[in-house]
């Protein structure tokens, strides 16, 4: 078993793709435009000597011999609605060419973009070896890489300005609206299927984790003002020790002092201010007393 290789009958139905109509055809004329373009491409180096970018080196390397093969396949695609497997003794044998050139062909026709490869395996049965190698099955593609190297009516037709406009304005609206969607809804929207519902699950238990309050949609945090109240959360009144004013007009007291008394504080604040009062220096209309 070669590597890379997946099990027979478990890749085909999303690999395959059944082409449009004049698709093949378009594809065809595309691997001969760049057919030419290799060989302009060969001519101009070895004029002017230069080095050659990734996409010109893969479209240089392309030969007849690559594109017959591409012919081949792109009739297999058209006639068997995308699904192409064919041995490389059957793409010999249609294209008169040899088991090593079709070979070859392949891997140009891959490395320049107009083809995908999938090998594959097959389970052996009873006498037989355990994994034995099957045909592959291909696709062929466009290779946008070289798409400004073919000729400009290959290239797609530039959108009109107010189109473009008007898609990246509903891009932005799309994303907005996703921004204003919950947890549980952004995977509704975003996923299907099991995973889909899966998702909006754990989103709806992240959703209600973040809501503090279950029956009003302003958390219970923003509908308090802590300025005018004091009583916390719980209901429990709240005892300012700083001798502030509450919402009721009234100072809160400590507990450890009784209404009338100065306390601790307040007897060495007087005692203070009744030591500073007598050093205090007389002025001149004022008539020092001594003791």
Same mark, same amino acid.
């Given at each position: 078993?070669?590597?890379?290789?997946?099990?027979?009958?478990?890749?085909?139905?999303?690999?395959?793709?059944?082409?449009?109509?004049?698709?093949?055809?378009?594809?065809?004329? @595309?691997? $001969?435009?760049?057919?030419?373009? +290799? $060989?302009?491409? $060969?001519?101009?180096?070895?004029?002017?000597?230069?080095?050659?970018?990734?996409?010109?080196? #893969?479209?240089?390397?392309?030969?007849?011999?690559?594109?017959?093969?591409?012919?081949?396949?792109?009739?297999?695609?058209? !006639?068997?609605?995308?699904?192409?497997?064919?041995?490389?003794?059957?793409?010999? =044998?249609?294209?008169?060419?040899?088991?090593?050139?079709? %070979?070859? %062909?392949?891997?140009?026709?891959?490395?320049?973009?107009?083809?995908?490869?999938?090998?594959?395996?097959?389970?052996?049965?009873?006498?037989? %070896?355990?994994?034995?190698?099957?045909?592959?099955?291909?696709?062929?593609?466009? &290779?946008?890489?070289?798409?400004?190297?073919?000729?400009?009516?290959?290239?797609?037709? &530039?959108?009109?300005?107010?189109?473009?406009?008007?898609?990246?304005?509903?891009?932005?609206?799309?994303?907005? @609206? !996703?921004?204003?969607?919950?947890?549980?809804?952004?995977?509704?929207?975003?996923?299907?299927?099991?995973?889909?519902?899966?998702?909006?699950?754990?989103?709806?238990?992240?959703?209600?984790?973040?809501?503090?309050?279950?029956?009003?949609?302003?958390?219970?945090?923003?509908?308090?003002?802590?300025?005018?109240?004091?009583?916390?959360?719980?209901?429990?009144?709240?005892? !300012?020790?700083?001798?502030? =004013?509450?919402?009721?007009?009234? =100072?809160?007291?400590?507990?450890?002092?009784?209404? +009338?008394? &100065?306390?601790?504080?307040?007897?060495?604040?007087?005692?203070?201010? #009744?030591?500073?009062?007598?050093?205090?220096?007389?002025?001149?209309?004022?008539?020092?007393?001594?003791?």
């Amino acid at each position: 078993m070669r590597r890379g290789s997946v099990e027979a009958g478990t890749v085909e139905a999303r690999f395959f793709a059944v082409p449009g109509k004049g698709e093949t055809d378009r594809l065809l004329a @595309m691997a $001969r435009a760049a057919l030419d373009a +290799g $060989r302009r491409l $060969r001519r101009e180096v070895r004029s002017e000597p230069r080095e050659l970018s990734a996409p010109e080196r #893969a479209i240089a390397a392309l030969t007849a011999g690559a594109v017959r093969v591409f012919e081949e396949i792109c009739t297999l695609a058209r !006639l068997n609605a995308g699904k192409v497997f064919p041995s490389y003794d059957h793409l010999a =044998k249609a294209t008169a060419l040899g088991r090593a050139t079709v %070979a070859r %062909a392949l891997n140009l026709l891959e490395a320049a973009g107009f083809l995908q490869r999938q090998r594959r395996f097959c389970r052996g049965v009873d006498g037989e %070896a355990r994994y034995r190698q099957t045909s592959n099955i291909y696709r062929a593609l466009l &290779p946008a890489a070289l798409l400004r190297l073919l000729p400009r009516w290959f290239q797609a037709v &530039p959108l009109p300005d107010d189109v473009g406009q008007h898609q990246a304005e509903r891009g932005a609206d799309h994303v907005s @609206m !996703l921004a204003t969607l919950t947890c549980r809804e952004l995977a509704e929207a975003s996923v299907g299927g099991e995973l889909g519902a899966m998702l909006a699950r754990l989103g709806a238990a992240v959703d209600r984790a973040e809501c503090e309050s279950h029956f009003h949609p302003e958390p219970l945090s923003k509908s308090i003002d802590r300025g005018s109240s004091d009583v916390d959360r719980t209901g429990r009144r709240i005892i !300012l020790n700083d001798g502030s =004013k509450s919402a009721d007009g009234y =100072k809160r007291q400590t507990p450890k002092q009784k209404r +009338g008394s &100065p306390g601790v504080a307040g007897a060495m604040l007087s005692g203070v201010t #009744a030591r500073k009062c007598a050093l205090r220096t007389p002025g001149p209309n004022e008539q020092r007393t001594t003791r």
